[in-house]
């Protein structure tokens, strides 16, 4: 897995480039952590590389949206492939976490 990040109209989009499973899972939580730790709580996850999701990435999913919300943010998913999609829905998650299309859908609903 590869993550990098941007930050576009106050937003920090963190894409995601391969698999997020029980190996990968930890290296994001950091990243996620890092970041509103250090005040973005306004994150979208740009997931149009993301090729894999495992429950090990849905915890972490799950977990830095409820730090975003408890700092006042707010964390959404973008591009996800058709199999990520399909995880994600039939975990739930896309009733916890809004999920856009695009990666610009997305930042035009939370500017």
Known sequence: MIISSDSQNGVTIVSINGRVD???AP?????????IRD???RILLDCNEMNYIS???LRVF???AKRC???GGLLSIAALQPSCRSVIEMGG??????CYDSRDEAL???A
């Open 22 to 24: 029980g190996a990968s």
């Open 27 to 35: 290296e994001l939580e950091g990243e996620l952590s890092s970041r």
């Open 39 to 41: 005040g973005s709580v």
């Open 55 to 57: 429950s090990a990435g």
């Open 62 to 64: 799950l977990l830095a």
């Open 69 to 71: 919300k408890q700092a």
């Open 93 to 98: 998650f896309h009733t916890i976490i809004d």
């Open 108 to 110: 035009a609903a939370n």
